[in-house]
């Protein structure tokens, strides 16, 4: 099961030579695809040669094999994890019973919703980085780019297999929809907010893939635990291919840090307009964008308290990230969770929601956890360095539009304040334009190999174990 048939025009491990009306409908889309890759994807660095990963096999060894690779002949495929032999519902009413091969016919529209969405937001980032290749801080990070674009192009056909294959007419036609919104448009938009902004700095990129790439992350993981075992083996394999753009995230944000210590090392100095005069990324400027997409990325998780979170939970669709391992009850017909709610008065108060209703709170939670991780990190290289800052997320209540929270001013520790003190201090807690401007003046483009922006540190290593300077994308 784990090797992948590469003779085929679509590469797959799902045997899909053996079922003709699927190979064609898929092998139908397949043009489409790569039409929207052309148009929408990174365009101009069509005909360069990039060192690439690809998937030959979904096991330990076959699933990062390198080579050099143009864009437009990267081999997107369908690849499952391997079936797990019994597995059993690990979660919600039908807990313990056999997972399913199909969708149950009373839930395939909630189905449905859940894959469509998720789905849409993988060629939606695409397009959202489609200039970023012009200004890369070096062929390093220019690579890395190009491997999340060509590997978020083939979760939009994880996605698309799964339509194709167990929703029918219906599923067809929300692949093509995924190839008709586009982020950003103003007809056809994609689905979720953060998705339609443009992302034309590289700073934003690495925020970007460290928060809002990590909600996708937490949103895979529940999705593995699904009860439609189909749509758990897709998603168990994404998440392989998900922890490299995490690890640009945080590599990236930690590269910053670190150039930027350097810098004030070699001025003495923490002033951040002596740090900017030095053309690196102040620490405060930092902050900024941590608060920025960390709170927008927040949103991605829906209301603290929702029933269709509750009914997704208790019809086995989607369960919370590691059930398995992480929790002892895995149906939670009567158990509660705290909650933190605006109590109407200008303060906060503690309320309590059953468990089933706050399972969006349950899923961020886990992600606020894992979001700590990083900064703990850049918190240790800073304070080696000899200084006090320390960089922090903000309060979940800070700046959220969906939700309990959401238009209520607070300061970054979530504490309500009025409308007016939040405005005024608004320019000290999110990126103003003047902080845009000067993050966009940084954006000059390096190519020569081995070589680094002045705001970005070199990376520990290289990739695949090649050196740092090794020529990753061979520009011509
Ligand atoms: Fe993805
Ligand atoms: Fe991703």
Not at 187 to 201: A, M, S, W
Request: charged share 25%.
């Amino acid at each position: 099961m784990s090797s992948i048939d590469y003779s085929e025009k679509i590469p797959n491990n799902v045997n899909l030579a053996n079922d003709r009306t699927l190979q064609r409908a898929l092998e139908h889309w397949q043009p489409r695809f790569l039409e929207w890759w052309r148009e929408m994807g990174p365009n101009d660095f069509a005909s360069v040669d990039v060192y690439l990963r690809t998937a030959v096999g979904v096991d330990a060894q076959g699933w990062a094999h390198y080579g050099t690779v143009k864009m437009p002949d990267y081999r997107w495929g369908i690849f499952l994890a391997d079936p797990i032999a019994d597995r059993s519902i690990g979660f919600g009413d039908s807990f313990g019973q056999p997972v399913w091969q199909q969708v149950p016919g009373e839930l395939r529209s909630q189905f449905r919703r859940l894959i469509v969405t998720q789905g849409d937001t993988e060629p939606a980032s695409v397009e959202q980085q489609h200039r970023l290749g012009h200004t890369c801080p070096s062929l390093y990070d220019l690579r890395n780019l190009f491997q999340i674009n060509v590997e978020e192009g083939r979760h939009l056909w994880a996605m698309v297999y799964i339509l194709h294959a167990y929703f029918g007419r219906d599923g067809r036609e929300e692949a093509e929809e995924l190839l008709a919104r586009h982020s950003g448009d103003v007809d056809k938009p994609r689905i979720l907010g953060t998705f339609n902004e443009p992302i034309e700095d590289w700073l934003s990129f690495f925020c970007f893939c460290y928060f809002t790439d990590r909600d996708g992350k937490f949103q895979l993981k529940s999705l593995a635990e699904s009860s439609f075992d189909p749509l758990a083996r897709t998603c168990r394999f994404m998440l392989t291919e998900e922890a490299h753009h995490m690890f640009v995230g945080e590599t990236g944000l930690g590269r910053i840090v670190r150039r930027t210590l350097e810098v004030m090392k070699e001025l003495g100095s923490d002033d951040p307009e002596a740090v900017r005069r030095q053309g690196a990324v102040d620490l405060p400027l930092l902050q900024r964008y941590l608060n920025y997409w960390f709170s927008s990325s927040l949103d991605l998780f829906g209301s603290e308290v929702s029933s269709n979170a509750a009914t997704t939970f208790a019809n086995g669709i989607k369960g919370r990230p590691d059930e398995t391992t992480q929790y002892q009850d895995h149906v939670c017909a009567d158990s509660t969770f705290e909650i933190e709610v605006p109590d109407g008065k200008g303060g906060v108060m503690k309320d309590t929601a059953s468990m089933r209703n706050a399972m969006n709170e349950v899923l961020r939670d886990a992600y606020i956890r894992d979001c700590e991780i990083g900064l703990k990190r850049w918190n240790m290289q800073i304070k080696r360095g000899g200084y006090k800052f320390e960089l922090k997320l903000p309060s979940s209540r800070f700046r959220r539009a969906i939700g309990a929270w959401a238009n209520i001013p607070t300061d970054l520790d979530g504490r309500p304040i009025d409308r007016e003190e939040h405005d005024r201090r608004t320019p000290g807690w999110l990126p103003s334009a003047s902080d845009r401007g000067y993050v966009k003046s940084l954006m000059q483009r390096v190519v020569e190999p081995g070589k680094m922006a002045a705001w970005i540190a070199p990376p520990d290593r290289g990739i695949n174990n090649l050196p740092v300077d090794y020529q990753y994308v061979r520009l011509n």
